[in-house]
């Protein structure tokens, strides 16, 4: 299968860069290079394109698509690591990030790699092939307080308890391996009348388990912070969310480094010392516009949230 992805809120993110063409920019996602493919064409031959991915698949997937472009740095790495990477490269401040934290279109339709409850595979979601823990792990290894608390905070799912039970006690008559197995655990804990309203039935469990596999919601919180550091003053951070916990986060993280002031409230005047690092460009989040989200239904819970950098 070929790398397919549909760029979400493609424009937008464009427009939110704040594109300069000698500048550097780095997509810390870099997928199937959609986003990455017109931020290139805004940039001049001094300007360069740091691309990161954790998945071999989307990297050679994207070093096919910009094979035309010379300024173009492909990255096997986690973005939790744009430090280090940045380090490595030799690079001290950059212009622009961009985040697109959302499963590409790819991830989800290969069944193979077990991240769709809509396609039969074996247990996996790993976005990098190389790290030990799958999902195949989690749902057969965690024990059911573990269980639980992953489906809960992370799938936000009310029937965590029931699921969790169910899944353990399944998998004491047999190993759970593939998705469909554990999609009909999650039907069978889940009363008729509530898997007849709403989203798929497992969509939450998967999501969940999917976050614990990549280990997505403890990688952002550093990856914001440490690629605020590496930005010019007037370079600017996009990044696009799926579900609400990520949303939280960026949107905690950003307001953090607007307003770091940490004097109680009725002290008069700041003497903490701490400055504001950055300027929240969107007060609220970007939506994907209605023709988006009819030609692309993937993108109906995309968020694009924006800050620049001011010191």
Not at 34 to 52: D, E, Q, R, Y
Not at 273 to 291: F, Q, Y
Request: net charge neutral; hydrophobic share 35%.
């Amino acid at each position: 299968m070929s790398f397919k992805h549909i760029s979400v809120m493609l424009n937008e993110c464009i427009d939110a860069l704040n594109i300069r063409q000698d500048g550097i920019y780095v997509d810390c996602t870099l997928g199937g290079a959609g986003h990455s493919s017109h931020i290139v064409k805004k940039l001049s031959s001094k300007g360069t394109l740091i691309g990161i991915d954790q998945d071999k698949d989307a990297l050679k997937a994207a070093s096919e698509r910009l094979k035309d472009f010379d300024n173009v740095i492909f990255v096997h790495n986690n973005f939790y690591n744009i430090d280090s990477i940045l380090n490595d490269l030799e690079i001290e401040k950059v212009d622009g990030i961009l985040m697109d934290l959302g499963v590409s279109s790819y991830q989800l339709d290969t069944g193979e790699r077990g991240f769709s409850y809509m396609k039969d595979a074996p247990l996996d979601m790993r976005m990098n092939r190389e790290n030990s823990l799958s999902a195949f792990e989690i749902v057969n290894d965690y024990s059911e307080d573990e269980l639980y608390r992953i489906i809960k905070e992370y799938g936000e799912e009310r029937f965590a308890k029931r699921i969790a039970n169910f899944i353990t006690k399944e998998r004491e008559k047999k190993t759970i391996e593939t998705t469909f197995e554990l999609v009909d655990i999650i039907k069978a804990a889940i009363p008729a009348k509530m898997r007849r309203e709403g989203p798929h039935p497992a969509k939450r469990t998967f999501q969940a388990i999917r976050i614990e596999v990549n280990k997505e919601l403890e990688i952002l919180n550093k990856a914001i912070r440490d690629g605020i550091e590496r930005l010019n003053k007037g370079g600017r951070m996009a990044i696009i969310t799926f579900h609400s916990l990520e949303d939280r986060i960026v949107k905690n993280v950003f307001k953090n480094l607007e307003n770091p002031c940490s004097c109680p409230k009725e002290f008069p005047v700041c003497i903490c010392g701490n400055t504001p690092k950055v300027k929240v460009i969107t007060r609220k989040p970007l939506d994907p516009t209605e023709k988006e989200v009819e030609e692309n239904p993937r993108s109906r819970s995309a968020k694009l949230r924006v800050v620049e950098k001011i010191i």
